[in-house]
């Protein structure tokens, strides 16, 4: 009864606030912190919790953190019972209030916890001194008169040196065995639960009946080098595999802090905190859990939750991180501090859904890896029980259980389940530090296999800092105060870019504001109508424009449902763009632009390959259209936008980036990020990911030769359970020495 109401507080309003991360109607999202989370089992475990549990909707294991991210129905499930099914499961969520307040995380930031060094200790004082008692019989002492009058003394003693080495396997292997097969679920802890099991009892029963010293000693080696290989890979996903700590804390996204005398200041993510009252535009999403200050806030969710509908916030109401306004601009003040990884975790959320509808390969290797570890332990016992046949009709028992074990013993998929992580969170890692932020191991490889680039062109191939802005028309500095309120709302590069050209301080308040995505944005200010966007938008006709100025970059002004003028916009495209065409001649490039410039396109059609393609005067439905029509034909999409207009085509490609000068938002419909000083460097990037997927493959056939080599010695009786034992293990730490020394020599090819 007691172990029931442990969780109970958790229903407490006032402590449930600290601990979700978000919360609205039906649908809450919490995180948990799980220190019994250990290996690949656990998180297909955990991650199978939506499938077991209708009002589950989704769970998401961060491996690296121990953290789980649940979403469920706060109508059939209160935040203990989650916290309950956890702890049935024996993943039992450990709370601490004050790393919840503060935002630090504790018990996770040790790279090994004392229990698993004390573990080690242990295990490696037992096998030292059974490997001693057993040294007699290894040198042939059977014909010593005095050591067969005491052998029972050296055998009884190793029997009880090798209980606390079978006291750790029933809670780091045959507990999570048993779980998985409650669930249904044949994880790798059940043939290591097997041969530790039947080893052991074997050995027993050989000691009891005096006909043998059994095989203690291989026992306890076994177990000392899955500690040891367990420490191992716990360095190594803490140490290389955990790049959401290391570069999406780095994230250079700035965010617009407001001072008490209301002047602006653009800061880094990472600097905001508790307290600071930031400005948010329209589509750009909340980075921390904040109150409404000033505004009218319309938030869409989809970001955190997966539901496209707006939610209207009142002031002083709470609004979650992972929001998106859609509307005017609001200031809201932050009452969280910024928590990345929760940020990092719902960009990577819905990661296997974009990856299975991305993915229109029929051979891919992380789901490859995926699917043999999860047939690896139905395989394995299959061939241990058929060498149990075989070799039972040789009457030697001896040689059965010798086999048996040496195969349940010698084979792990550790090694190939590591093989994408290691690689393609290594090149990752690399990638950040030269500005290019990709989202996960699944976007890496869809990266490789793309054949087709598509780029937009204003902001992405041209230089935003170069361009020069001219206005046509008279208007006067109240015009201008006008004009620049409407645009203060808007994220749009263009937007900003005639913000920062007007240089105006005070901004009117605005009412019914609206953004149409690639066409232009309206309001009321001052009870005026205002409107800017393209000519199109404002329903302005060819005779009021210069006819040498119609098909150049511009923005169309209307006050009062009269046309006042328009900004022209004289493009200058990036350094080294000419080169970057150049050097991706081997791909299908093509343009898509909303620009009417006929000078420019002639421009571009001199510096692009022959086989290159531009399309002017595409808007983003056009863009999406063109994307789904590549798509069909089998083509795997690569395309570059400003993450913004090119939100929807971004999204459908197989693999979105979003390029920027200094962003201000974060881009959920994209898989990747470039700083766009280095975009002419992509070719770099696009070749280094196509060495990466081949030495993927290397690690694989390592890790199968290790697999195979060892099953047909065990197989064929030439392995004892010892030397399998010794030999499990360095599979694993033959993948992951070639992923590190491999990519480190990749990675000197970044040097630029």
Excluded at 6 to 17: A, M, P, R, V
Excluded at 337 to 359: A, E, M, T, V
Excluded at 657 to 676: G, K, L, M, R, W
Aim: hydrophobic share 45%; with cysteine; proline share 3%.
């Amino acid at each position: 009864m007691k172990k029931q109401k442990i969780f109970d507080f958790l229903d407490d309003e006032k402590i449930s606030d600290k601990v979700i991360d978000f919360n609205h109607k039906n649908i809450t999202i919490v995180r948990f912190f799980i220190p019994s989370i250990h290996c690949s089992s656990c998180v297909f475990i955990l991650e199978s919790l939506s499938k077991m549990y209708k009002n589950i909707f989704d769970a998401t294991v961060d491996f690296p953190s121990k953290q789980i991210c649940i979403t469920f129905n706060n109508i059939e499930f209160k935040l203990s019972d989650i916290a309950k099914l956890l702890d049935s499961m024996g993943y039992r969520p450990s709370i601490n209030f004050e790393s919840i307040e503060k935002n630090i995380k504790t018990n996770n930031s040790n790279l090994f916890d004392r229990k698993l060094i004390g573990k080690l200790s242990i295990s490696f004082f037992c096998f030292g001194n059974i490997m001693l008692l057993a040294i007699p019989e290894y040198v042939g002492a059977e014909q010593d008169i005095w050591f067969m009058e005491n052998r029972n003394f050296f055998r009884y003693f190793m029997l009880i040196l090798s209980l606390p080495v079978v006291m750790f396997s029933l809670t780091d292997h045959i507990k999570y065995a048993v779980l998985g097969l409650k669930k249904h679920v044949l994880n790798i802890n059940v043939p290591i639960s097997i041969g530790i099991l039947v080893l052991f009892s074997w050995s027993c029963y050989e000691v009891f009946f005096d006909l043998g010293s059994g095989y203690f000693d291989s026992l306890s080696s076994f177990s000392l080098f899955l500690l040891i290989s367990k420490i191992f890979q716990i360095h190594t996903h803490n140490k290389i595999l955990s790049f959401d700590k290391n570069y999406k804390s780095l994230y250079p996204v700035l965010i617009t802090k407001i001072y008490d005398n209301e002047k602006e200041e653009k800061i880094l993510l990472s600097s905001l905190q508790k307290g600071d009252l930031i400005l948010i535009r329209n589509e750009e999403i909340i980075p921390a859990d904040s109150v409404l200050i000033k505004g009218n806030a319309v938030l869409d969710n989809s970001f955190i939750t997966g539901e496209s509908y707006l939610i209207h916030k009142k002031m002083g109401e709470r609004i979650y991180a992972g929001s998106k306004q859609k509307g005017e601009a609001i200031i809201i003040k932050v009452i969280k501090n910024i928590d990345h990884s929760y940020l990092s975790l719902l960009w990577n959320k819905n990661k296997s859904n974009q990856y299975h509808r991305k993915s229109h390969k029929l051979f891919d290797l992380n789901s490859i890896s995926t699917r043999f570890s999860q047939y690896f332990t139905p395989i394995i016992l299959i061939i241990s029980i058929i060498t149990g046949i075989y070799w039972s009709f040789s009457n030697d028992v001896s040689k059965i259980f010798q086999t048996v074990f040496s195969v349940l013993i010698i084979t792990c998929p550790c090694a190939l389940v590591l093989s994408s992580p290691l690689i393609f969170g290594n090149i990752i890692r690399f990638f950040s530090k030269k500005g290019f932020y990709v989202k996960d191991i699944f976007t890496m490889e869809r990266i490789a296999s793309v054949k087709t680039l598509i780029f937009d062109k204003t902001g992405t191939i041209t230089d935003p800092n170069k361009e020069k802005i001219f206005f046509v028309g008279n208007i006067k500095n109240e015009e201008k105060k006008i004009i620049a309120s409407l645009l203060k709302n808007s994220s749009h590069p263009l937007s900003q870019k005639i913000l920062s050209e007007l240089s105006v301080k005070d901004f009117y308040i605005i009412k019914n504001f609206k953004e149409v995505i690639g066409k232009g944005l309206e309001g009321i200010i001052k009870n005026i109508p205002v409107k800017i966007g393209s000519q199109k938008y404002l329903g302005i006709e060819n005779q009021m424009i210069h006819q040498n100025q119609i098909n150049q970059t511009t923005v169309f002004i209307s006050i009062n449902n009269k046309f006042v003028g328009y900004f022209i916009f004289r493009n200058l495209y990036r350094d080294g763009v000419e080169k970057m065409f150049k050097d991706l001649k081997e791909y299908n490039i093509i343009i898509l632009s909303g620009d009417h410039n006929d000078l420019e396109k002639k421009y571009l059609k001199s510096i692009l390959p022959k086989s290159s393609k531009v399309f002017f005067s595409q808007s983003p439905e056009n863009k999406l259209d063109y994307v789904k029509k590549l798509q069909e034909k089998g083509e795997k999409i690569m395309m570059f936008g400003d993450g913004i207009n090119d939100c929807a085509a971004l999204n459908q490609s197989e693999v979105g980036i979003a390029v920027s000068e200094n962003p201000t938002s974060f881009f959920p419909s994209c898989d990747a990020f470039i700083q766009s000083n280095c975009l002419n460097h992509i070719f770099l990037f696009l070749n280094i990911s196509k060495i990466s997927v081949k030495l993927v493959f290397i690690n694989f056939m390592i890790s199968l030769f290790y697999n195979s080599v060892g099953i047909f010695f065990a197989v064929t009786g030439n392995l004892k359970p010892f030397i399998a034992s010794i030999l499990m293990p360095l599979s694993s730490f033959s993948v992951i020495f070639f992923s590190i020394i491999s990519t480190w020599i990749l990675s000197r090819k970044l040097i630029f």
